[in-house]
């Protein structure tokens, strides 16, 4: 697995380096022009910063002696499909297939930079100046470097898949992700929300879990998709997956609704979510809301957060959805395990996913103790 990770950051570096290295001058000691001064700041320089950033959190600590083993490596959903399908180095009957692998590598890595261009977009949308404790990019670049540095790297990804069946696959998950975006973002509009207070519980959560599946499930998708795409995996296998990966991305959208009302996970950015109706919790509890509110468009922002907070259903509530959550991440992880060819590669899986499902595990632990809100 370490060596899998390591690659993949050796194959993203060279990727790097292919889009932010200038052409070589006509002489050693011609200085630079206006055209490549402007360059290097309007693109060379946002990439780096994009496709750099920590686009995810650490998963396999630095270990002395192992392949990259001072570095933060993340493993790979994409190898894991390559190790579960084509086998593992070393064990008997198994060996690398040189086109299976090159296919492989070039999908990890248009995965990882697709992933890196939507932290880039969101971060727009959203108005986040932050990302994972550093300056969003379009913070640092403004916002139309930033828009124009995301669309690069979609396009730039694409290319680098290559293969076929891989891109389509890729462009399939790029949409849907972009249609969950579009949901959730309408869900800031007085339209919206107003349909989705007069809406049912039971339509409530089917819109919720139709975008959560759109927008969150396709990062989980996305690199199982075009894996599978690349090796050829049976369409029942890709069933099961695809059911799978839409279970964590369910589970890690809840987890992300949740950690809203848990400062102990959400720290500073508790209580952020009342300018729009797209957080699970907030759709739960609205058939309470007073009518007059309801009706007036006036629940949210601040009148939104005083019902949803002084709510006497919102701890229950809370505990409720991370057992949910807790819930999803199991089943997936159990479905996972069944077409799994190997011990081996079952805990291949575990470790890639292993922190985003302690966390889930953690936070529900959290509410049991009676702490949020």
């Not at 270990?63 to 399908?85: C, D, I, K, Q």
């Amino acid at each position: 697995m370490r060596s899998d990770a390591a690659l993949l950051e050796d194959d993203l570096a060279a990727f790097l380096a292919s889009l932010t290295t200038a052409p070589a001058r006509q002489g050693p000691s011609a200085p630079e022009s206006v055209y490549e001064a402007v360059l290097g700041r309007s693109l060379y320089a946002p990439v780096a910063d994009a496709v750099g950033s920590k686009a995810g959190q650490q998963a396999l600590a630095p270990t002395a002696g192992a392949p990259a083993g001072r570095a933060p490596l993340r493993p790979s959903m994409v190898f894991w499909a390559y190790r579960n399908y084509r086998g593992f180095p070393g064990r008997a009957g198994e060996a690398d297939s040189a086109a299976d692998l090159a296919a492989v590598r070039r999908a990890a890595v248009a995965v990882r930079v697709l992933l890196k261009a939507a932290v880039a977009l969101d971060d727009i949308q959203d108005g986040s100046g932050i990302r994972y404790g550093e300056p969003a990019l379009h913070v640092t670049h403004g916002i139309p470097l930033a828009l124009n540095t995301g669309s690069l790297l979609i396009t730039a990804a694409l290319e680098h898949a290559a293969d076929p069946a891989v891109v389509r696959s890729l462009l399939q998950s790029v949409g849907r992700g972009l249609t969950g975006q579009a949901v959730d973002v309408s869900t800031r509009t007085a339209l919206t929300r107003a349909e989705l207070v007069a809406a049912p519980r039971g339509e409530r959560v089917a819109f919720w879990e139709s975008m959560a599946a759109l927008k969150t499930g396709t990062l989980f998708r996305m690199p199982l998709d075009a894996a599978v795409a690349a090796l050829g995996v049976v369409e029942d296998e890709r069933r099961v997956l695809d059911e799978a990966m839409r279970n964590l991305g369910l589970a890690s959208q809840l987890f992300n609704d949740l950690t809203d009302f848990v400062p102990e996970f959400g720290g500073r950015a508790t209580h952020e979510d009342f300018g729009q109706l797209s957080n699970r919790v907030l759709l739960e509890l609205l058939d309470s809301a007073p009518a007059g509110l309801r009706v007036s468009g006036e629940l949210v922002g601040a009148r939104l957060k005083e019902f949803v907070l002084g709510h006497p259903e919102l701890r229950r509530t809370l505990l409720l959805l991370a057992a949910e959550a807790v819930e999803l991440k199991r089943s997936a992880m159990e479905a996972v395990r069944g077409v799994c060819r190997s011990e081996q590669s079952a805990r291949y899986f575990d470790v890639t996913i292993e922190r985003k499902g302690h966390l889930l595990d953690r936070l529900h632990a959290t509410l049991l103790k009676g702490e949020g809100a």
